[in-house]
Nanobody
Framework: QVQLVESGGGLVQPGGSLRLSCAAS????????MGWYRQAPGKQLELVAD???????NYADSVKGRFTISRDNAKNTVYLQMNSLEPEDTAVYLC??????????WGQGTQVTVSS
């Protein structure tokens, strides 16, 4: 049984910050990529950021310079530091993990709402 437990979502004012965490546990062998997608109402699922086990990162253009992804491989945990949040960042953020066999696991999602 594999579990991805997310935390850190919530309501924040424009310009504010949040930090998301996602801890993976269970029978996940050889994790490669850890990252975050998001889905806003009426919009497609969008890759926000991910990071390989070697430290390579990808970011959506819309979050570059504002969001930072990091991970603790010893804890199988990935983080997303989100600064200068905008109303357009409002979405459900989903953690995902892909192992070296290309098996993908998903978290349950955490709501981020940016509103005054």
């Amino acid at each position: 049984q594999v579990q991805l437990v997310e935390s850190g979502g919530g309501l924040v004012q424009p310009g504010g910050s949040l930090r998301l965490s996602c801890a993976a546990s269970g029978s996940i062998s050889r994790i490669n990529v850890m990252g975050w997608y998001r889905q806003a109402p009426g919009k497609q699922l969008e890759l926000v950021a991910d990071m390989s086990s070697g430290g390579s990162t990808n970011y959506a253009d819309s979050v570059k310079g504002r969001f930072t992804i990091s991970r603790d491989n010893a804890k199988n945990t990935v983080y997303l530091q989100m600064n200068s949040l905008e109303p357009e960042d409002t979405a459900v953020y989903l953690c995902y993990v892909r192992n070296v066999y290309n098996r993908v696991y998903w978290g349950q999602g955490t709501q981020v709402t940016v509103s005054s």
